[in-house]
């Protein structure tokens, strides 16, 4: 049998898309196909199932999402400039529509967690993996002198991450562009108090 011949990024990148815009459950074969453009062969050749697509997906959505996240902190403007500019992005990606389709990881999470072992331990460290880069940046202010080295960075990102979440998920049912901003003003706030 021959190998099928795609661009497994982009078809990854496809299905993050269609994963994201119905769900694991509800995001069929046909779906995949439709919006990857490959053959339903190919899929299960390239990555066995859909479960295979979706551990697949999850990984290059890792990738991408750390790549954004180290672009916000890789320049040479203070730590507290930059979380400031990730966070207005989050309410940015809030107020576009994009909070229903903002994060693969707790979408899987919610719909899948608790029914595939594999699936909660790759979302789990990847969330993990997200918690400590946030954990890292904090420490980094810390010892700038931005931040206050009293309280811990891990709490300071559980709480950041916890602010994120709510943020997303407030963003469902108020999603009012000044409503969201002052959220994120206020988680802001807190975590420089």
């Known amino acids: ?11 990854l990148r496809s299905a993050i898309a269609a994963f994201m815009e119905k769900g694991y459950a ?11 453009g490959i053959h339903p062969g190919s899929i299960y050749c390239a990555f066995s199932n859909k479960r295979g697509l979706l551990l697949a997906a999850l990984e290059l959505y890792k990738h991408d999402s750390s790549a954004e996240f180290q672009s916000f902190f890789a320049g040479k403007r203070p730590v507290l400039v930059e979380l400031k500019a990730y966070l ?7 107020i576009s ?6 994060c693969l990881l ?14 909660q331990k790759t979302i789990t460290d990847n969330l993990a993996s997200w918690q400590q880069g946030l954990a890292d940046v904090f420490a980094q ?3 700038s002198g931005e931040l206050s080295a009293k309280r811990d960075s891990q709490h300071l990102a559980r709480f950041l991450a916890m602010g994120i979440y709510g943020l ?9 562009a000044e409503t969201l901003q002052e959220l994120a003003d206020q988680l802001f706030e807190d975590i420089c108090a």
Do not use: I, W, Y
């Open 88 to 94: 207005d992005n989050t309410v940015q990606e809030c």
């Open 1 to 11: 049998m021959r190998n099928a011949e795609f661009d497994r990024d982009k078809v």
């Open 106 to 119: 707790t979408k899987a999470l919610n719909e899948m967690a608790q029914q595939d072992d594999e699936v």
């Open 26 to 36: 509800k995001t069929s074969m046909q779906d995949l196909t439709k919006a990857t």
């Open 168 to 176: 997303r998920t407030f963003a469902h049912t108020q999603p009012k």
């Open 97 to 102: 529509g994009e909070a229903a389709k903002a």
């Open 141 to 143: 202010a810390q010892v």
